[in-house]
């Protein structure tokens, strides 16, 4: 027997077929009751802000308001940093971090700038919690030391 294009498709369509039969079961209430406890909050990032000028290698308090917030907060928060369109790679704690771990109720965290970072005007803190939002861009001037 030769196995053509045609019998290929039909074996295809039918595997198809299958996957699409499986009967869909709706979430039942305690799954939903769950889902509705996941509220997502985006506080605002308040520091730093446009004109801010902070130096590598420097500690600073990353800011944001604690209006509005859920019952629970879904996820661990983390403070990244972004140079133009991109998050800054090997610049971290863990995975992409400058902090990670603390409570977003509190409304700040200190964080190290890495001493290596390259001078601009177009750096960004990114605050992770329930979803991200980013500070606006901000200046890094060159470490001190240099």
């Not at 498709?9 to 077929?17: E, G, I, K, N, T």
């Not at 971090?97 to 970072?117: C, K, N, R, V, Y």
Request: aromatic share 8%.
């Amino acid at each position: 027997m030769k196995f053509t294009t045609t019998t290929a498709c039909l074996v295809w369509v039918a595997a198809l077929s299958a996957v699409c039969a499986t009967p869909f079961s709706a979430p039942d209430a305690d799954a939903l009751t769950l889902l509705a406890a996941r509220d997502v909050w985006s506080p605002k990032v308040t520091t730093p802000h446009h004109g801010t000028v902070w130096r590598a290698g420097g500690t600073y308090a990353v800011e944001w308001s604690t209006a509005n917030p859920p019952d629970h907060v879904s996820n661990r928060a983390s403070i990244a940093l972004r140079k133009g369109d991109r998050t800054m790679e090997g610049k971290r704690v863990h995975a992409g971090s400058l902090a990670e771990g603390f409570d977003l109720h509190t409304g700040h965290q200190d964080i190290t700038l890495p001493e290596d970072l390259v001078a601009g005007d177009d750096y960004r803190i990114v605050l992770f919690g329930d979803s991200g939002n980013w500070s606006p861009p901000f200046t890094i001037a060159a470490d001190h030391k240099a």
